[in-house]
């Protein structure tokens, strides 16, 4: 069935708009409102940006610099440990190929409330609690099996005739590697590189337990926060949830050329 034309295509395009659309728009809608307005459930209201000033404080700030440095962190650190491992992956075959694959699935099976105890007690021993440096590494921990997994088809995917070439020309490993190999799969490493960093932003579990002074939080603990025992504030909560999701947004816009092009563009002139 051809979607790129005809009503079939207007439909399905208007429903994932809507499926995708529609709540997006209820989280930006609610963040405008007051709390009475959304406990009494009113569709007609007056739009406020109370919750946006309440938000504008130096907790914020604080929130936003650690969600920054942890995720620019963890990407780094899950590229500079993923990048080389899955090449080596790709280029090796036999027994050691599949074991590596194998622990690295086994490493994905592990859920992740599973290794907060051990990481906790592995991170106290380095006096890395309530550090930027041990969520950081604990999320490396995390990340780096997926990215692995996901970074070794795009470098099989490069033709072994351009290393040859490479060869011939009198590069070795490392310069064909970082010359020829990695610019060609560059489009897989950033799309790699954007999913690690949205996972590393949004992640929780591991911000709540290894930070043990509240001050210190990041963006996605800070919004657990807006939830007490006096009830939710409602309109703070969808105005946190906005503004944590512009940096998301600018990334996206940032790299989406990029992530659109193909795998081995400019590898063939």
Do not use: H
Not at 229 to 245: C, K, R, Y
Not at 254 to 260: C, F, G, K
């Amino acid at each position: 069935m051809n979607l790129k034309a005809g009503p079939v295509a207007v439909i399905v395009k208007a429903f994932f708009t809507a499926l995708y659309g529609v709540p997006l728009l209820w989280i930006v809608l609610t963040s405008l409102k007051k709390s009475s307005d959304v406990v009494g459930g009113s569709l007609l209201f007056r739009p406020t940006t109370a919750a946006y000033a309440r938000s504008f404080n130096g907790d914020l700030f604080t929130a936003l610099g650690q969600s920054v440095t942890i995720a620019v962190g963890t990407t780094a650190l899950v590229l500079l440990v993923g990048v080389p491992a899955a090449y080596g992956l790709a280029r090796t075959r036999g027994w050691v190929a599949s074991l590596g694959l194998g622990l690295l699935v086994v490493l994905q099976m592990l859920p992740q409330t599973a290794q907060v105890i051990p990481l906790f007690s592995l991170l106290g021993q380095w006096r890395l609690l309530d550090n930027v440096g041990g969520v950081i590494l604990a999320d490396a921990a995390l990340l780096a099996p997926f990215a692995t997994l996901l970074l070794r088809p795009f470098f099989r995917s490069v033709p072994s005739a351009l290393e040859e070439a490479g060869a011939i020309d009198g590069a070795g490993v490392v310069r064909t590697f970082w010359s020829i190999v990695l610019p060609v799969a560059r489009n897989g490493v950033l799309t790699i590189a954007s999913i690690t960093f949205l996972l590393a932003w949004g992640e929780f579990l591991y911000a709540v337990r290894f930070f043990l002074t509240p001050s210190n939080y990041p963006l996605s603990a800070l919004l657990s926060q807006q939830v007490s025992a006096f009830g939710i504030d409602w309109p703070g909560l969808m105005a946190l949830a906005v503004l944590t999701s512009l940096p998301i947004l600018a990334v996206f816009t940032a790299t989406y050329r990029l992530l659109r092009d193909g795998l081995t563009v400019g590898a063939v002139k």
